[in-house]
């Protein structure tokens, strides 16, 4: 595989760029080996920021990608979907966390922006060990299994046959009702337990 | 380091997180706009559990002046 | 009840245990046990005949926690669902001495089935929902002053339960069961096991504040002139009307003592429960015809062992434990297992039925799938460098690992020798099997130790 990663940075708005400077960020990752091309973005999540990435994998030939942003947690599955739609598996793609675990936690723009350098630099040098990955699927069985008679299990089971899937439902003694069976009226309506 | 304009020393210290709790966790002091200092760098796990004690000794050998694991 | 057996996508399998349960998500297969029921229950009317003439009518009645009688040939209540009697063979004297028979005789169905044997049957399911329950504090066990249930008229709450049900052996009318006596005064203790460290659990057993209030309401109700005492150490009702229910017993008269009762021993045909009442600060000795021990709730017998046959584990006390306390609070770690009411922890019913439609969402969950998605972060094993030594198998919390023979062509032929595999559908890439490894034969992709070593390196220099 060649080393042609590419960066894209996020201003969130102003989210990210008030505290880091997202231009610097993407000159020093220029100078980053492996690291052909960087930019920066308003709303990389947005629609012309996804296409912004679609586009620059096709006309730079990359063949890695980083994107410094928000929390991977939130939009990791948003950009991996925009990155496969450029052309390039999905896993051939680090994201760094530059909002939650930077701008908004510090102040000091140069030693945020610093920061925002070194963890670009850390998924850059990831990226480029990374290797592509393929989902497969396995079959499912649609058919559940309720273990317990009781209230629990009986209210599981009555939902999930009501949704069309065939439950088994087993209970350890000869009738259903567990606990529930035994009580008489129940709070704070005072209904029958049955 | 890349930190410019620092006049003052700051301990270097490499955070291992767990993805799904100190990660976590750290993004929620994000949402809740806790400060703290910049020179912590986090690393993301998939787990507590994938730890290797030779990621801590190559960040002390790499002059990492901490390490924080936390899961 | 009568929903869950008349439903056409349920299919009921009462008086079962499972055994056993392999595979992953989508594609389980388990084992389930079918006792001995000693009734064919296809040709059983449940017209109960049987019941009638069995000669061994004088056995404990588990149903009625010891309360009430039962024979030999028995449904559990006779709102049984399914409405079938079953045979308790240790009691049965066709079973035990090969005498009687009478019911075999008399049945007009001919469903007596003497030569009946535990059955295996194996299902494939696709997700499971674990609902078992609870079971009560074996206070008698723990509570030295409160007569280790030497007492006939200390009873639980639950044994309560069944003195106010109509369909008790009391037929809803509360009498005490040393005399058969209308008890003038009940008085009801709380936590009897539960926030007691020394003697019981740590925790709140969440749903005993709410039904002694309904208890001591039910003893104003049924009794007027009666005097309900409840002793307590807090009174917990957070949950939607349920400080309104717990006024209203109050205004009913249920007399409410803050305080943990220090002793019970009998005076005369009564009991005389000895405590502090912390509020006024000092001494009261309050006299009882009946007492009721809100008692803890346990994990139900047997929970440890569906866990460990499923894969999952279980908190310091032995409930399920979820995932996520707050945010996957009715999955576990085993994917496609999820948790239903108190086997969990301890709950009341809103809650319960709450977390079992939750359970039952996650179910629908996978089923709307065509197929499910495996997750390309797994483990992998470089089968070349593997010894074999089986390190990580215990390692795995998901039970991905397993120790099988592969063939190697070696200088003298082929070498069959163990080598460790991982499956992908139940690996869910924690990576803990790879820092285990010694031979570093297994690698966690997308998070290999290339790459985590890559990115100290990038930070720190």
């Known amino acids: 595989m060649k080393k042609r990663v590419g960066v894209f940075v996020c201003d969130c708005g102003t989210n990210i760029a008030s505290v880091v400077d997202t231009e610097k960020v993407a000159e020093a990752a220029r100078k980053i080996p492996g690291v052909i091309f960087a930019t920066t973005y308003k709303y990389m999540c947005s629609d012309p920021g996804q296409e912004l990435i679609r586009n620059s994998i096709r006309e730079h030939e990359l063949e890695q990608v980083v994107i410094a942003s928000c929390s991977p947690r939130m939009h990791e599955p948003t950009f991996r979907k925009a990155v496969e739609a450029g052309g390039i598996n999905g896993y051939l793609f680090e994201m760094i966390n530059i909002r939650e675990q930077d701008s908004w936690v510090h102040r000091n723009r140069s030693q945020a922006t610093g920061k925002a350098i070194d963890l670009v630099r850390m998924a850059v040098s990831k990226v480029l060990r990374n290797t592509p990955l393929q989902i497969s699927s396995i079959p499912i069985t649609k058919k559940a299994l309720v273990i317990g008679g009781g209230i629990a299990g009986m209210q599981a089971a009555l939902d999930i046959a009501d949704a069309g899937y065939p439950v088994v439902l087993v209970e350890k003694e000869a009738s259903i009702g567990g606990k529930m069976a035994q009580l008489d009226k129940t709070f704070p309506t005072m209904d029958c337990a049955a | 380091m890349s930190v410019e304009n620092t006049n003052q020393w700051e301990p270097k210290i490499i955070v291992f997180a767990c993805n799904w709790c100190t990660y976590a966790a750290a993004d929620l002091a994000g949402l809740n706009r806790l400060e703290y200092p910049a020179e912590v760098r986090i690393i993301r796990t998939p787990c507590s559990g994938r730890m290797d004690p030779m990621f801590v000794l190559r960040a002390f050998n790499r002059g990492a002046d901490g390490v924080l694991l936390s899961g | 009840m009568v929903a869950v057996a008349q439903h056409p996508n349920i299919e009921l399998i009462t008086y079962a245990e499972v055994t056993a349960v392999n595979g992953y998500i989508g594609n389980f297969t388990v084992t389930i046990k079918k006792k001995a029921k000693y009734v064919d229950w296809d040709v059983c009317t449940g017209c109960g005949t049987c019941e009638e003439k069995c000669p061994t009518k004088k056995l404990k009645n588990e149903f009625d926690l010891g309360l009430g009688q039962r024979t030999a040939i028995h449904k559990l209540f006779p709102q ?295 997750e390309p972060m797994v483990s992998e094993v470089n089968t070349e460098k593997c010894s074999g030594c089986g390190f990580c198998v215990p390692i795995c919390p998901y039970k991905a690992i397993s120790l099988e023979e592969i063939q190697e062509r070696g200088h003298h032929g082929t070498i069959t020798r163990k080598a460790a595999r991982i499956n992908s559908s139940l690996c869910q890439g924690c990576g803990a099997c790879v820092p285990a490894c010694r031979t570093q034969a297994l690698n966690l992709k997308g998070y290999t130790d290339e790459q985590l070593v890559a990115e100290v390196d990038a930070l720190c220099l």
């Open chain 3, 80 to 374: 049984a669902v399914p409405g079938k009697p079953y045979i308790d063979a240790e009691n049965c004297l066709k079973l035990t001495k090969d005498k009687c028979g009478i019911c075999e005789k008399i049945c007009p169905t001919e469903a007596i089935r003497f030569n009946d044997r535990d059955e295996y049957i194996t299902e494939e399911i696709g997700a499971i929902v674990i609902a078992t329950g609870y079971d009560l504090f074996p206070w008698e066990k723990a509570y030295g002053e409160y007569g280790y249930g030497k007492y006939p008229d200390v009873i639980t709450s639950l044994q309560f339960e069944r003195l106010v049900s109509s369909g008790g052996p009391t037929g809803g009318k509360i009498k005490r069961p040393s005399d058969n006596k209308e008890p003038q005064s009940v008085a009801f203790i709380k936590c009897v096991g539960s926030r007691d460290d020394a003697k019981g659990k740590s925790y709140c057993s969440r749903a005993c504040c709410m039904y002694t209030a309904k208890h001591a309401f039910q003893v104003k109700e049924k009794m007027p002139d009666s005097e309900a005492y409840v002793f307590y150490m807090d009174v917990r009702t957070a949950g939607k009307n349920y400080e309104e229910f717990y006024q209203r017993s109050v205004n009913a008269g249920a007399r409410y003592i803050r305080g943990r009762v220090s002793k019970i021993y009998p005076r005369g045909d009564k009991l005389v429960l000895k405590s502090e009442d912390t509020l006024l600060g000092r001494p009261i000795e309050v006299e009882a015809d009946l007492v009721v021990l809100a008692t803890a709730m346990v994990p139900s017998e047997g929970a440890e062992e569906l866990a460990k046959t499923i894969g999952f584990s279980t908190d310091k006390d032995g409930f399920y434990q979820e995932a996520h306390p707050k945010l996957q609070p009715v999955d576990t770690f085993a994917a496609g297992v999820y948790l239903a009411g108190c086997c969990q922890g301890p709950k009341d019913i809103p809650d319960t039925v709450a977390q079992a439609s939750a359970a039952a969402v996650k179910v629908c969950g996978v089923f709307s799938k065509a197929e499910l998605p495996t």
